[in-house]
């Protein structure tokens, strides 16, 4: 998960008000390791979270759950941001103005089907078509 932590969240220090999991003893468990704010707890593996604390997996999880809704940025998922992608339509010049007026150019998303004579430009056409759709990128 892509987890965006502003400034608030990377400066609150972790205190028992937080969370009913998080008591004195477990915040003092955490300083042990060098872990004294909500953003630092966060970002931390759920596994290494269960060695520190002796806690089950399911509770850490849910721990972390809680305080990611209560007190971070809404989690960004990668799957969500390229699902999202997909939706929108990708249209790709092929570098050739009369190619492209003919196909009208190639959609994004699907499988085009390249062949001709040896020597007839199917690999130019690709690497340029290529080159033309990841223009900007760099």
Same mark, same amino acid.
């Given at each position: 998960?892509?987890? !965006?932590?502003?400034?608030?969240?990377?400066?609150?220090?972790?205190? @028992?008000?937080?969370?009913?999991? !998080?008591?004195?003893?477990?915040?003092?468990?955490?300083?042990? /390791?060098?872990?004294?704010?909500?953003?630092? &707890? !966060?970002?931390?593996? @759920?596994?290494?979270?269960?060695?520190?604390?002796?806690?089950? /997996?399911?509770?850490?999880?849910?721990?972390?759950?809680?305080? /990611?809704?209560?007190?971070?940025? /809404? @989690?960004?998922?990668?799957? =969500?941001?390229?699902?999202? %992608?997909?939706?929108? =339509?990708?249209?790709?010049?092929? %570098?050739?103005?009369? &190619?492209?007026?003919? &196909?009208?150019?190639?959609?994004?998303?699907?499988?085009? =089907?390249?062949?001709?004579?040896?020597?007839?430009?199917?690999?130019?056409?690709?690497?340029?078509?290529?080159?033309?759709?990841? =223009?900007?990128?760099?």
């Amino acid at each position: 998960k892509l987890l !965006l932590l502003d400034s608030l969240l990377q400066e609150m220090k972790l205190q @028992p008000s937080l969370h009913p999991t !998080l008591t004195s003893k477990s915040i003092s468990l955490l300083r042990q /390791f060098n872990v004294t704010t909500l953003a630092h &707890l !966060l970002t931390l593996q @759920p596994e290494k979270l269960c060695s520190i604390l002796s806690l089950p /997996f399911s509770t850490v999880t849910q721990l972390r759950m809680e305080l /990611f809704r209560e007190h971070s940025s /809404f @989690p960004v998922v990668g799957l =969500e941001l390229y699902q999202a %992608g997909l939706e929108e =339509e990708v249209q790709v010049h092929t %570098g050739s103005q009369s &190619l492209d007026q003919v &196909l009208g150019g190639l959609q994004g998303g699907l499988v085009y =089907e390249v062949f001709g004579c040896s020597g007839s430009g199917k690999t130019e056409l690709c690497l340029t078509a290529a080159a033309v759709a990841g =223009e900007g990128w760099w």
